[in-house]
């Protein structure tokens, strides 16, 4: 069961607490707590397919990828490792290793729901990093539509008093939201932040609102609740923007099919040498004459072509 939060769980986070390590015992209840919030909410928060949103947890201490400081503990609702890694060889093959050493999370690469504890309050929110492209990209690409634009209006205007919408920091009160407005917000995120020094804040998509820390300590386990509402709500934004096969605005399903048979194929094209270290013809070599999208191979060993399997060959 979630306990609720107290006051004491909000000033693990106060400034004078960043950078040090001596804090990092209250920061794990804090964090503990956040996982019992979890279980509560996990049933309710689930992809489009119906499949339950994998669950992570931000570190306690300071480390290399918070800038060694702990302002804030946050816990993640995203989609799952399976779909993260499909998607992941992609995304970081575009990225640069300094970006990749900076903030080595895996959700930099994903949009995601996130419940954040902070010193003043606790946040409710969906968030999408500039380098979650893939989802961003379709993102973009489905709000050009106008009328997909319009559906994302309608649920953006439903969530409630106290949303708001925009790229972090600049953010709009979804009750003044309209086209004009949310086509500039959709349209500036790709655009590189001017300056990119590693204290800057983060340009975020940005869905959600804040809770005061007197009123969710006041709301006790009620919290759940409160949580379970405003995450469900924000969860019809996380289906609109999340790419998947059934929401699939970039014509990502081909590009990831090219990349499951470039791994059948083991990066082989036709004309490669290569030497086959299993069956009949092992330690012979050959050039490769055709190669199937299965991962078959044709290999000319001296005037013979042999049928091969590609895990039965290796590049000398």
């Known amino acids: 069961m979630f306990p609720g939060f107290g006051p004491a769980d909000f000033d693990a986070y106060a400034s004078k607490k960043w950078k040090s390590n001596v804090f990092n015992r209250e920061r794990m209840e804090v964090k503990q707590k956040l996982v019992s919030l979890a279980r509560e909410l996990q049933s309710a928060i689930t992809a489009l397919d119906g499949s339950p949103l994998a669950v992570d947890t931000s570190v306690e201490h300071p480390a290399l990828w918070n800038h060694k400081q702990v302002e804030a503990q946050h816990l993640f609702f995203s989609r799952n490792e399976g779909s993260r890694k499909e998607l992941d060889q992609i995304i970081d093959r575009q990225k640069s290793f300094a970006s990749m050493i900076d903030d080595p999370t895996p959700l930099r690469n994903h949009v995601f729901l996130v419940v954040t504890i902070q010193h003043e309050t606790l946040e409710l929110a969906l968030k999408l990093h500039p380098d979650a492209k893939i989802d961003r990209q379709n993102l973009e690409r489905r709000t050009e539509d106008h009328f ?93 923007v999340a790419w998947s096969r059934d929401n699939d605005f970039v014509s990502m399903k081909e590009a990831l099919q090219k990349e499951k048979q470039a791994k059948r194929q083991k990066g082989l094209t036709k004309n490669d040498t290569v030497r086959i270290v299993r069956g009949m013809f092992a330690g012979k070599s050959g050039v490769v004459q055709e190669i199937d999208a299965k991962g078959g191979l044709k290999v000319l060993v001296g005037k013979v072509a042999v049928k091969i399997d590609v895990e039965d060959v290796a590049k000398p």
């Open 148 to 240: 997909e634009r319009e559906k994302l209006l309608h649920l953006l205007q439903g969530l409630g008093e106290g949303f708001r919408v925009g790229v972090t920091p600049a953010l709009t009160p979804v009750a003044e939201l309209d086209d004009a407005r949310l086509k500039e917000i959709v349209a500036q995120l790709g655009v590189p932040a001017p300056i990119a020094l590693p204290t800057a804040p983060q340009r975020l998509f940005y869905v959600g609102h804040p809770i005061p820390r007197d009123e969710a300590v006041a709301a006790g386990e009620g919290l759940v609740e409160i949580a379970r509402r405003d995450l469900g709500r924000l969860l019809a934004v996380y289906r609109f």
